[in-house]
Each structure stands twice: as C-alpha cells, then as structure tokens.
DNA sequence: CGCGATTTTGATCAATGTCAAAGGTGGTGG
DNA sequence: CCACCACCTTTGACATTGATCAAAATCGCG
C-alpha cells in the first residue's frame, strides 16, 4: 500500500533511489530525518549466492536491511542438521539483537546475487536517542517477524507435510507479487531448491519432492528450473489450511 | 545479574515494589523517566489459571509484562490443533504488534494464577516519542524473542521427540531458576500437563509421555504433580544437544 | 467416596525418513 | 560445439518414528 499521495523524496543512494524505502526499517523517516538515517547507514554491500553472510557464533558489529535479492536465516546442529529460520526478502531487517556485542544466534546465506544496506550496531543506541521514531520502527518491524516466526512455527509443529509445502509457497508466492509491481501473473521466481524447502519445513527434500508431485499432479501448482506456478490459488489455500484472511500480506 | 550496584528505585506500584523492574520493559528507566513510565502503565490486573486473556482474531488495544505466574501463547488451527507458541514467565513482554488496531495473532492463556501490568496500545507512539530508551528496549526484548522463537522452531523442525522434551524442559528449568532467589535446587514447579508440552514440540501427550517415561528410566529428570527435578543437568544437556554455551540464560 | 482430568500402557497404523540409484540440467573448459 | 561434472530432481524399496485408538491406573479435589 502506498503510503499517502506525497511525493517520497528519495534518497539517491551511490546515485539511485531506495528501492525498500516503504517497506523498509526507514518507512517513517522523511525530510531532515531522513538525511540523518543515511549518515547512520554504515555502507551498502553486494554478496553472490551461497555467501554466508552472518555466521553463527561469530560477533557481528553490524546489522541489515536487505536491498534485492534473497537471503535466508538459519540455524545449524552439531551434526549437520539445518533448520531454515526465514526467508529473507528486500526490506528484511536482519542481525539486530539485544547485546550488541554478542555473537550472533543465527547464519544468514545468500541465495541469489543481493544487495545490503549495512548499519553499525555500535551507534544504533545514539540514534535512536536522537530519533525516537526508529527505536518504534524496529520494535514494529521486529513484532512483524515475530509473529512470522509464529506462523512458521505452528506450520511446522502441527501441519502435515502436505499442508507445510502449499503454505509456505503460497506465503511466498504472496509476499514476492506484493512488492514486485511486474509480476502479477500466476508465476514468480522462487530460488530455492527442495532442500531449502525441506530445511524450512522440517522435511527431507526427498519427501518434499513426492509431496510437490501430488500438489502438481492435483493441478495446484508447478515448481521447475526455480519457477512457482501457482495454478489455483483458493484450491492450495484450503490445502494450506489458510484462515479467510491474509494477514501476511503486509510483509 | 544485577546492574551496577546502586539502589534501584523501585516504584511502589498498588502498595508493593514492582518485581519485575530489572528484566522487563522497564529496566533501562530510572528516576524521572520511571516516574513517567507508571503514567505510562493504565493498570494491574489478576488472571485465573485457564484464563484467555489475549483471543487470536480479536483486538486487544493493549500489551502485556508478566509480573507474577505463568501463561503460554499459542495458536489454534480450525481442526483444533493446537501449537503453544512460548511460555511466558515474570518479565515477559506481550501482545506487541506493528499495527495497534489490528486482531492479534494468537491468543494467551493463564497457567496459574497470574498477575500483569497493562499498557494501552494507543499512546504507546506518544510515549515512545518522549522516551526513546522504551523504543530501543522494546527492540531489545522483541530481538530476545525472537531468537527464543527461532530455538524453538529448530526445536520442532530438526530434532528427535527425545531431544525436544530434555531441551524444553532443561530450559525451562534454568528459565525459572534464573530469577527465582530462592530455588537453586535440583526441583522446580512447572505449571505443565504432558499435553501442553506435546503441543509446546509438536508431539501428542501420549508420545511425550513415552518420552518422559524413558528419560525417568535413564535417571536424567523426573517429572510430577506439577514438578520438575533435574537429577543429571549435564547428561541431560548432552541429550538436548545443547552447545556448551548456555545463552539462553539471559532471559 | 466419587468424579473429571491426567497419566500410563498396549496394540496397531500411517506419515515420513533412509538408502540407493537413475535421470536431468546448466555451466565450463577443451 | 561437445563432453563432462557438479548439483538437483525423481523414483523405488524398506525402516522407523511418532500418531491413533482404546482402556486401565492414578491423582486432585469437593
């Protein structure tokens, strides 16, 4: 949703505009505010994919909004197990935690070519004592992902494989067609392998496969070559056991 | 941990010293701010076990610190499903979300009898605008959660039904030890029936009991009527898969 | 003492994991 | 342009974990 009809003065940022200006951790920052954010901005950053970018057990000095691109949180066991936390989209705020000189909880890796905004966490405390509107921001923004968290949480402690698999492509169907003003076909991208899919979900990719066979052989979607089609959308949202409403919308 | 070793000021709150000061929202306050703060705050208020006291769908128009007792969040699926989302011990901080008019996603439920300080959603913008140490502090206990959150999901995503039970219960166990002076034994009350904690990982009652049952028969725990005794904290660790850091003890 | 809720146990079943191997696919260097 | 390689997907046979159903034992409490 486009916030009222004011013309948004961008911030020409290493000579283009913020793309996630209005989904972002900056939405409530305008005129002088504004200015002000962008010398608190440590830097912006590029990673290819794989790249791990916040590790687990390492102290980070610094925190992210994410530009383009797509990331993903998770956590790793002694023995190699993965649990995939979150996808992470533009305007994701990631790597703010409480002690700002701890090591971090989780990783992050890239999954496609992306683009960070960088802040240092060592002034984030000055800064919101100067800009009260952000400490609110960053709690809103962090409730939000709380209550992402709880959903995925419910998804998979108490969702059959079948219902995980069309709840989370239907999440990111939705979430990727909201901030992509192209696409509003029946397909987007989705660069995830079943894997991923499988990590997030609490599955084996092998299971993973043979659940997203039986959604494509009913005709409800098709995952190939990175490529989500979702062919009938109400029928996967009953299989994905979606209340009426589509509160996630908002992301 | 106590901080630096001046007299906390603790506010005199319906008669009595607030018992949560130095681990809820309010820790950061002192002095005036803190005087601030009680006009901040629009009551106290008592919950009966079994009390829900936040309804998932409904709006609140109000948040939450746990000053006394447990309660648990969780979500219902429409079969009735039920996943319990976290338990909340003194100090825990809830019913937060981005947008104030908003239903609130899941619903709180009282273990026993409980009491909570109630702060009105609809200055809380105001009030942070004037304190911005509550903005930054809100981040603070929102990242906290969300790191207890994303534990939990790889609680129920990537381990064994052995390993959630021995992980929930000894984390528990240092949760409650943690900020009650008196216990530092091996036994703790936990307000729990084996179908919470099943809906809690993920499991059915009748599993976690099989579970507990086993975990009894290595002598690492029992559990009964309500307590908790932990007879091989290590040994237990070990099954839980914890790494040999503890961090979760700064709740 | 009796009742509802909880715990415990057994027998059986279904969902999902494991292991293994055969196709695909895209990218890279010769 | 082809061949090869790494990585991903697909499928099959089988194993295992945890669910389901059902009933008995126990507990807390009025």
């Known amino acids: 949703m486009p916030r009222r009809g004011t013309k948004k003065p961008y911030i020409p940022i290493d000579g283009q505009a913020c793309q996630v200006r209005d989904i972002g951790i900056c939405a409530p920052f305008s005129g002088e505010a504004l200015g002000a954010l962008e010398t608190f901005k440590a830097a912006e950053r590029m990673y290819a994919p794989g790249r791990d970018f916040l590790v687990q057990g390492e102290s980070a000095g610094e925190f992210f909004t ?11 066991l002694e023995d190699g197990r993965r649990q995939i936390l979150d996808f992470c989209l533009p305007g994701a705020f990631l790597g703010f935690q409480p002690d700002l000189s701890a090591p971090v909880t989780y990783s992050a890796q890239a999954l496609t070519d992306m683009s960070v905004c960088v802040f240092p966490r060592s002034r984030v405390a000055d800064f919101v004592r100067q800009h009260p509107e952000l400490g609110l921001r960053m709690a809103c923004v962090a409730a939000r992902d709380q209550y992402l968290a709880f959903r995925h949480l419910s998804n998979v402690g108490r969702r059959t494989a079948r ?5 989370l492509l239907l999440e990111l169907f939705f979430r990727v067609r909201l901030h992509s003003p192209a696409s509003s076909g029946d397909k987007i991208v989705i660069p995830l392998t079943q894997e991923h899919i499988g990590d997030a979900l609490g599955l084996t990719s092998v299971h993973v496969n043979r659940t997203l066979r039986q959604l494509r052989e009913e005709k409800l979607l098709t995952l190939k070559g990175g490529s989500l089609q979702v062919l009938d959308p109400d029928r996967l949202a009953e299989v994905a056991g979606f209340e009426s409403d589509v509160a996630f919308l908002r992301h």
Do not use: T
């Open 66 to 76: 994410v530009l383009d691109g797509w990331a993903f949180l998770y956590e790793l």
């Open 163 to 167: 219902e995980r698999v069309a709840s």
